[in-house]
Protein backbone atom coordinates (compact mmCIF):
# COMPACT_ATOMS: atom_id res chain seq x y z
CA UNK A 1 0.00 0.00 0.00
CA UNK A 2 2.96 2.21 0.68
CA UNK A 3 4.51 1.71 -2.22
CA UNK A 4 1.49 2.34 -3.60
CA UNK A 5 0.69 5.57 -2.65
CA UNK A 6 4.70 6.98 -3.08
CA UNK A 7 3.94 6.07 -6.59
CA UNK A 8 0.98 7.98 -6.88
CA UNK A 9 3.02 11.04 -5.32
CA UNK A 10 5.63 10.56 -7.65
CA UNK A 11 3.32 10.07 -10.64
CA UNK A 12 1.56 13.42 -9.43
CA UNK A 13 4.91 15.57 -8.99
CA UNK A 14 6.17 14.49 -12.62
CA UNK A 15 2.52 15.56 -14.33
CA UNK A 16 2.84 18.78 -12.39
CA UNK A 17 6.53 18.91 -13.14
CA UNK A 18 5.89 18.51 -16.86
CA UNK A 19 2.62 21.50 -16.59
CA UNK A 20 4.86 23.56 -15.21
CA UNK A 21 7.60 23.06 -18.08
CA UNK A 22 4.81 23.30 -20.64
CA UNK A 23 3.17 26.46 -19.35
CA UNK A 24 7.06 27.91 -19.07
CA UNK A 25 7.59 26.42 -22.82
CA UNK A 26 4.38 28.80 -23.92
CA UNK A 27 5.04 31.77 -22.42
CA UNK A 28 8.01 31.94 -23.87
CA UNK A 29 7.24 31.28 -27.46
CA UNK A 30 4.33 34.12 -26.42
CA UNK A 31 7.16 36.10 -25.89
CA UNK A 32 9.29 35.73 -28.54
CA UNK A 33 6.27 35.86 -31.32
CA UNK A 34 5.15 39.57 -29.51
CA UNK A 35 1.62 37.78 -27.73
CA UNK A 36 0.28 39.29 -24.64
CA UNK A 37 -2.34 37.11 -22.89
CA UNK A 38 -5.50 38.01 -21.33
CA UNK A 39 -5.48 37.61 -17.55
CA UNK A 40 -7.99 35.19 -16.32
CA UNK A 41 -9.58 37.16 -14.14
CA UNK A 42 -11.00 39.97 -16.07
CA UNK A 43 -14.24 40.71 -14.46
CA UNK A 44 -17.53 39.90 -16.36
CA UNK A 45 -18.54 42.66 -17.89
CA UNK A 46 -15.49 43.12 -19.28
CA UNK A 47 -15.72 40.34 -20.91
CA UNK A 48 -19.19 41.41 -21.89
CA UNK A 49 -18.06 44.56 -23.33
CA UNK A 50 -15.17 42.26 -25.70
CA UNK A 51 -17.50 40.33 -26.40
CA UNK A 52 -19.99 43.06 -28.11
CA UNK A 53 -17.22 44.84 -30.07
CA UNK A 54 -16.03 41.14 -30.94
CA UNK A 55 -19.72 40.94 -32.22
CA UNK A 56 -20.02 44.25 -33.91
CA UNK A 57 -16.58 43.86 -36.05
CA UNK A 58 -17.60 40.42 -37.18
CA UNK A 59 -21.16 41.97 -38.02
CA UNK A 60 -19.07 44.31 -40.13
CA UNK A 61 -16.53 42.36 -41.61
CA UNK A 62 -18.31 39.04 -41.75
CA UNK A 63 -22.05 39.49 -41.87
CA UNK A 64 -22.94 40.20 -45.36
CA UNK A 65 -21.48 36.98 -46.66
CA UNK A 66 -22.77 34.73 -43.65
CA UNK A 67 -26.10 36.22 -45.07
CA UNK A 68 -25.67 35.18 -48.59
CA UNK A 69 -24.75 31.61 -47.26
CA UNK A 70 -27.56 31.60 -44.93
CA UNK A 71 -30.20 32.74 -47.58
CA UNK A 72 -28.70 29.95 -50.49
CA UNK A 73 -28.54 27.38 -47.35
CA UNK A 74 -31.54 27.94 -47.16
CA UNK A 75 -33.16 28.33 -50.95
CA UNK A 76 -31.08 24.91 -51.60
CA UNK A 77 -32.95 23.03 -48.97
CA UNK A 78 -36.34 21.93 -48.01
CA UNK A 79 -37.41 24.93 -47.04
CA UNK A 80 -36.55 26.64 -50.85
CA UNK A 81 -40.03 27.78 -50.72
CA UNK A 82 -39.36 30.05 -47.47
CA UNK A 83 -36.25 31.46 -49.15
CA UNK A 84 -38.41 32.02 -52.37
CA UNK A 85 -40.93 34.01 -50.76
CA UNK A 86 -38.69 36.35 -48.95
CA UNK A 87 -37.11 36.79 -52.19
CA UNK A 88 -40.13 37.76 -53.85
CA UNK A 89 -41.07 40.30 -50.56
CA UNK A 90 -37.41 41.74 -50.80
CA UNK A 91 -38.26 42.87 -54.46
CA UNK A 92 -41.48 44.27 -53.11
CA UNK A 93 -39.64 45.66 -50.74
CA UNK A 94 -36.54 47.04 -52.41
CA UNK A 95 -36.74 50.81 -51.96
CA UNK A 96 -37.89 51.53 -48.80
CA UNK A 97 -34.06 52.06 -47.64
CA UNK A 98 -34.86 55.23 -50.63
CA UNK A 99 -38.17 56.11 -48.95
CA UNK A 100 -37.23 56.36 -45.22
CA UNK A 101 -36.48 52.99 -44.24
CA UNK A 102 -37.94 50.97 -41.40
CA UNK A 103 -36.12 51.08 -37.97
CA UNK A 104 -37.15 49.09 -35.01
CA UNK A 105 -36.78 50.90 -31.42
CA UNK A 106 -36.38 47.27 -30.16
CA UNK A 107 -33.12 46.37 -32.21
CA UNK A 108 -31.68 49.54 -31.37
CA UNK A 109 -32.30 48.97 -27.71
CA UNK A 110 -30.52 45.59 -28.03
CA UNK A 111 -28.08 45.57 -25.09
CA UNK A 112 -25.66 44.08 -27.40
CA UNK A 113 -25.52 47.88 -28.11
CA UNK A 114 -24.81 48.80 -24.64
CA UNK A 115 -21.95 46.78 -24.18
CA UNK A 116 -20.12 47.46 -27.34
CA UNK A 117 -20.80 51.21 -26.36
CA UNK A 118 -18.84 50.93 -22.88
CA UNK A 119 -15.97 48.47 -24.71
CA UNK A 120 -14.44 51.45 -25.92
CA UNK A 121 -16.43 53.63 -24.51
CA UNK A 122 -18.30 55.79 -27.02
CA UNK A 123 -19.82 59.04 -26.10
CA UNK A 124 -21.62 61.30 -27.63
CA UNK A 125 -21.41 65.41 -26.89
CA UNK A 126 -24.20 68.03 -27.58
CA UNK A 127 -22.85 71.63 -28.58
CA UNK A 128 -26.18 73.34 -29.32
CA UNK A 129 -29.76 72.53 -29.47
CA UNK A 130 -31.74 71.36 -32.23
CA UNK A 131 -35.22 71.85 -33.51
CA UNK A 132 -37.69 69.45 -33.50
CA UNK A 133 -39.58 71.09 -36.28
CA UNK A 134 -36.66 71.12 -38.65
CA UNK A 135 -34.92 68.36 -40.62
CA UNK A 136 -30.77 68.36 -39.97
CA UNK A 137 -28.02 66.95 -42.49
CA UNK A 138 -25.46 65.88 -40.17
CA UNK A 139 -22.11 65.61 -41.94
CA UNK A 140 -19.86 63.49 -39.95
CA UNK A 141 -16.38 63.19 -40.22
CA UNK A 142 -13.54 61.41 -40.08
CA UNK A 143 -14.70 57.82 -41.45
CA UNK A 144 -11.95 55.96 -39.94
CA UNK A 145 -11.69 52.08 -40.30
CA UNK A 146 -15.02 51.24 -39.77
CA UNK A 147 -17.16 53.85 -38.68
CA UNK A 148 -17.55 53.08 -34.35
CA UNK A 149 -18.48 56.31 -33.23
CA UNK A 150 -21.17 57.60 -35.91
CA UNK A 151 -22.65 53.95 -35.10
CA UNK A 152 -22.87 53.71 -31.97
CA UNK A 153 -24.10 57.49 -31.68
CA UNK A 154 -26.28 57.24 -34.78
CA UNK A 155 -27.54 53.49 -35.17
CA UNK A 156 -28.26 52.61 -31.69
CA UNK A 157 -29.55 53.87 -28.71
CA UNK A 158 -26.88 53.18 -26.55
CA UNK A 159 -25.93 56.67 -26.34
CA UNK A 160 -28.81 57.98 -25.66
CA UNK A 161 -29.39 59.92 -28.80
CA UNK A 162 -33.52 60.21 -28.79
CA UNK A 163 -32.52 61.85 -24.79
CA UNK A 164 -29.95 64.46 -25.70
CA UNK A 165 -32.10 65.79 -28.54
CA UNK A 166 -35.87 65.18 -27.46
CA UNK A 167 -38.16 65.28 -30.43
CA UNK A 168 -35.34 63.94 -32.99
CA UNK A 169 -34.81 60.64 -34.71
CA UNK A 170 -31.61 59.97 -36.64
CA UNK A 171 -31.31 57.86 -39.66
CA UNK A 172 -27.61 56.56 -39.89
CA UNK A 173 -26.61 57.01 -44.05
CA UNK A 174 -24.89 53.69 -45.66
CA UNK A 175 -24.35 52.30 -49.38
CA UNK A 176 -27.07 51.29 -51.02
CA UNK A 177 -25.28 48.07 -52.38
CA UNK A 178 -25.73 46.99 -48.49
CA UNK A 179 -29.52 47.02 -49.22
CA UNK A 180 -29.57 44.30 -51.84
CA UNK A 181 -28.45 41.54 -49.39
CA UNK A 182 -30.76 39.32 -48.19
CA UNK A 183 -31.51 39.07 -44.31
CA UNK A 184 -28.31 41.78 -43.96
CA UNK A 185 -30.61 44.42 -45.60
CA UNK A 186 -33.49 43.89 -42.60
CA UNK A 187 -30.89 43.83 -39.99
CA UNK A 188 -29.65 47.26 -41.28
CA UNK A 189 -33.49 48.59 -41.91
CA UNK A 190 -34.20 47.64 -38.36
CA UNK A 191 -31.19 49.83 -37.09
CA UNK A 192 -32.51 52.70 -38.61
CA UNK A 193 -30.10 53.08 -41.79
CA UNK A 194 -31.17 54.29 -45.36
CA UNK A 195 -29.39 54.86 -48.51
CA UNK A 196 -27.24 57.24 -49.55
CA UNK A 197 -28.74 58.36 -52.57
CA UNK A 198 -29.44 61.74 -53.70
CA UNK A 199 -33.24 60.40 -53.71
CA UNK A 200 -33.13 59.07 -50.09
CA UNK A 201 -31.60 62.34 -48.92
CA UNK A 202 -34.32 64.42 -49.71
CA UNK A 203 -37.18 62.30 -49.00
CA UNK A 204 -35.64 62.09 -45.23
CA UNK A 205 -35.62 65.67 -45.14
CA UNK A 206 -38.27 66.92 -46.70
CA UNK A 207 -39.82 68.86 -44.70
CA UNK A 208 -43.43 68.91 -45.88
CA UNK A 209 -43.60 64.98 -45.74
CA UNK A 210 -41.74 64.90 -42.18
CA UNK A 211 -39.62 66.90 -40.03
CA UNK A 212 -37.67 65.98 -37.00
CA UNK A 213 -35.19 63.93 -38.82
CA UNK A 214 -31.11 63.98 -38.41
CA UNK A 215 -29.81 62.24 -41.39
CA UNK A 216 -26.27 60.98 -40.79
CA UNK A 217 -24.03 60.96 -43.22
CA UNK A 218 -20.36 59.77 -43.59
CA UNK A 219 -19.46 62.48 -46.02
CA UNK A 220 -15.69 61.05 -46.57
CA UNK A 221 -16.80 57.68 -47.44
CA UNK A 222 -15.01 54.59 -48.06
CA UNK A 223 -12.35 56.40 -49.68
CA UNK A 224 -11.51 58.42 -46.03
CA UNK A 225 -10.64 55.05 -44.71
CA UNK A 226 -7.89 54.61 -46.76
CA UNK A 227 -6.05 57.23 -44.82
CA UNK A 228 -7.11 56.01 -41.19
CA UNK A 229 -4.26 55.86 -39.30
CA UNK A 230 -3.70 56.17 -35.77
CA UNK A 231 -3.21 60.06 -34.49
CA UNK A 232 -4.18 60.97 -37.61
CA UNK A 233 -7.24 62.94 -39.12
CA UNK A 234 -6.93 63.22 -42.48
CA UNK A 235 -10.79 63.59 -43.92
CA UNK A 236 -11.96 64.05 -47.40
CA UNK A 237 -14.15 67.03 -48.09
CA UNK A 238 -12.69 69.77 -50.57
CA UNK A 239 -14.22 67.63 -53.81
CA UNK A 240 -17.06 66.24 -51.96
CA UNK A 241 -20.09 68.29 -52.70
CA UNK A 242 -22.60 67.02 -53.35
CA UNK A 243 -24.29 66.94 -49.34
CA UNK A 244 -23.69 70.79 -49.88
CA UNK A 245 -26.02 70.67 -52.59
CA UNK A 246 -28.61 68.21 -50.90
CA UNK A 247 -28.74 70.31 -47.59
CA UNK A 248 -29.24 73.39 -50.30
CA UNK A 249 -32.46 71.66 -52.12
CA UNK A 250 -33.88 71.00 -48.66
CA UNK A 251 -33.23 73.44 -46.73
CA UNK A 252 -31.81 71.97 -43.99
CA UNK A 253 -29.08 73.00 -41.95
CA UNK A 254 -25.75 71.30 -42.03
CA UNK A 255 -24.24 69.92 -38.89
CA UNK A 256 -20.92 69.28 -38.71
CA UNK A 257 -20.14 66.19 -36.65
CA UNK A 258 -16.52 64.88 -35.35
CA UNK A 259 -15.64 61.70 -34.10
CA UNK A 260 -12.75 62.01 -31.82
CA UNK A 261 -10.58 58.99 -31.12
CA UNK A 262 -12.17 57.19 -33.90
CA UNK A 263 -8.73 56.78 -36.03
CA UNK A 264 -6.99 54.36 -33.05
CA UNK A 265 -9.07 52.01 -32.55
CA UNK A 266 -7.47 50.05 -35.31
CA UNK A 267 -3.96 49.88 -37.01
CA UNK A 268 -4.57 49.32 -40.48
CA UNK A 269 -1.26 48.31 -42.91
CA UNK A 270 1.28 51.05 -44.23
CA UNK A 271 -0.61 52.06 -47.32
CA UNK A 272 1.39 54.89 -48.91
CA UNK A 273 0.02 56.47 -51.91
CA UNK A 274 2.52 55.08 -54.49
CA UNK A 275 2.06 52.10 -52.57
CA UNK A 276 1.06 48.58 -54.38
CA UNK A 277 -1.12 47.90 -51.60
CA UNK A 278 -2.76 51.13 -52.06
CA UNK A 279 -3.28 51.38 -55.93
CA UNK A 280 -4.85 47.40 -55.12
CA UNK A 281 -7.36 49.37 -52.40
CA UNK A 282 -8.13 52.39 -55.34
CA UNK A 283 -8.86 49.43 -57.84
CA UNK A 284 -11.06 47.72 -55.85
CA UNK A 285 -13.05 50.42 -54.24
CA UNK A 286 -13.65 52.22 -57.53
CA UNK A 287 -14.92 48.49 -58.62
CA UNK A 288 -17.08 47.65 -55.88
CA UNK A 289 -17.60 51.15 -53.93
CA UNK A 290 -15.95 49.25 -50.62
CA UNK A 291 -12.39 49.78 -49.38
CA UNK A 292 -10.87 46.17 -49.27
CA UNK A 293 -9.04 47.53 -45.45
CA UNK A 294 -7.50 45.25 -43.22
CA UNK A 295 -8.12 46.59 -39.73
CA UNK A 296 -5.38 45.02 -37.06
CA UNK A 297 -6.94 44.90 -33.51
CA UNK A 298 -6.17 42.91 -30.72
CA UNK A 299 -8.09 39.13 -30.07
CA UNK A 300 -10.86 37.83 -27.95
CA UNK A 301 -8.10 36.15 -25.46
CA UNK A 302 -4.86 38.47 -26.14
CA UNK A 303 -3.77 41.78 -26.88
CA UNK A 304 -1.29 41.44 -29.51
CA UNK A 305 -2.87 40.01 -32.55
CA UNK A 306 -6.58 40.04 -34.20
CA UNK A 307 -9.53 42.11 -35.97
CA UNK A 308 -11.06 43.54 -32.89
CA UNK A 309 -11.09 47.17 -32.16
CA UNK A 310 -8.64 48.38 -29.63
CA UNK A 311 -9.95 49.53 -26.46
CA UNK A 312 -9.55 53.38 -27.19
CA UNK A 313 -12.45 55.98 -26.01
CA UNK A 314 -14.09 57.55 -28.92
CA UNK A 315 -15.82 60.92 -28.11
CA UNK A 316 -18.83 62.31 -31.14
CA UNK A 317 -19.49 65.57 -31.12
CA UNK A 318 -22.29 67.03 -32.47
CA UNK A 319 -21.63 71.24 -33.71
CA UNK A 320 -23.66 74.13 -33.89
CA UNK A 321 -25.63 74.08 -36.73
CA UNK A 322 -25.30 76.01 -39.90
CA UNK A 323 -28.47 77.44 -41.36
CA UNK A 324 -28.69 76.59 -45.24
CA UNK A 325 -31.12 78.99 -47.42
CA UNK A 326 -33.45 77.07 -49.37
CA UNK A 327 -32.43 76.54 -53.09
CA UNK A 328 -34.02 74.02 -55.48
CA UNK A 329 -31.42 74.73 -58.19
CA UNK A 330 -28.09 75.88 -56.72
CA UNK A 331 -25.48 77.12 -58.86
CA UNK A 332 -22.32 75.83 -58.74
CA UNK A 333 -21.00 78.83 -57.42
CA UNK A 334 -23.30 79.20 -54.55
CA UNK A 335 -22.59 75.41 -53.93
CA UNK A 336 -19.00 76.64 -53.54
CA UNK A 337 -20.09 79.31 -50.71
CA UNK A 338 -21.73 77.20 -48.66
CA UNK A 339 -19.10 74.70 -48.50
CA UNK A 340 -16.21 76.93 -47.86
CA UNK A 341 -18.46 78.02 -44.60
CA UNK A 342 -18.89 74.60 -43.83
CA UNK A 343 -15.29 73.61 -43.65
CA UNK A 344 -14.34 76.74 -41.63
CA UNK A 345 -17.07 75.74 -39.31
CA UNK A 346 -15.80 71.91 -39.22
CA UNK A 347 -12.22 73.28 -38.85
CA UNK A 348 -13.31 75.77 -36.17
CA UNK A 349 -15.36 72.80 -34.11
CA UNK A 350 -11.95 70.19 -34.72
CA UNK A 351 -9.89 73.43 -33.39
CA UNK A 352 -12.23 74.33 -30.30
CA UNK A 353 -12.73 70.43 -29.18
CA UNK A 354 -9.54 68.68 -29.68
CA UNK A 355 -8.22 70.17 -26.09
CA UNK A 356 -10.71 67.88 -24.52
CA UNK A 357 -10.56 64.38 -26.26
CA UNK A 358 -6.94 64.17 -27.77
CA UNK A 359 -3.76 63.41 -26.22
CA UNK A 360 -0.83 65.59 -27.59
CA UNK A 361 -3.44 67.77 -29.24
CA UNK A 362 -0.78 70.74 -29.80
CA UNK A 363 0.84 68.24 -32.32
CA UNK A 364 -2.39 67.04 -34.12
CA UNK A 365 -4.11 68.95 -36.73
CA UNK A 366 -6.97 68.78 -39.07
CA UNK A 367 -5.43 67.72 -42.56
CA UNK A 368 -8.58 68.54 -45.00
CA UNK A 369 -7.93 66.91 -48.80
Known sequence: MATSLSTQHA??????????????????????????????????????????ATGWICLVLFGEAASIVLFLSVLYSSLWWLALLYAIWMLRDIDTPNKGGRRFEWVRNWSWWRHYRDYFPIKLIKTAELDPSKNYLFACFPHGVVCAGAFGAFATNALGFHKKFPGMVCHMITLGGHFLVPLFRDLALALGCCSSSQESLLHLLDRRKQRGNCVA?????????????????????????????????????LVPVFSFGETDVFRPLNNPRDSLLRRFQEKVRQLTGISP????????????????????PVTTVVGV????????????????????????????????????YLKDHEKVHLVIT
Open 293 to 312: MFPIGRGVFQYSYGVVPFRS
Open 217 to 253: LIVGGAAEALDSHPGEYKVILTRRKGFVRVAMKSGAP
Open 321 to 356: PMEVERNLDPTDEEVDIVHAEFTKRLTELFENEKAR
Open 11 to 52: ELWQSSGMLEAAIGIFHRVSEKVGIEWAPMNVPTSRRLQTLG
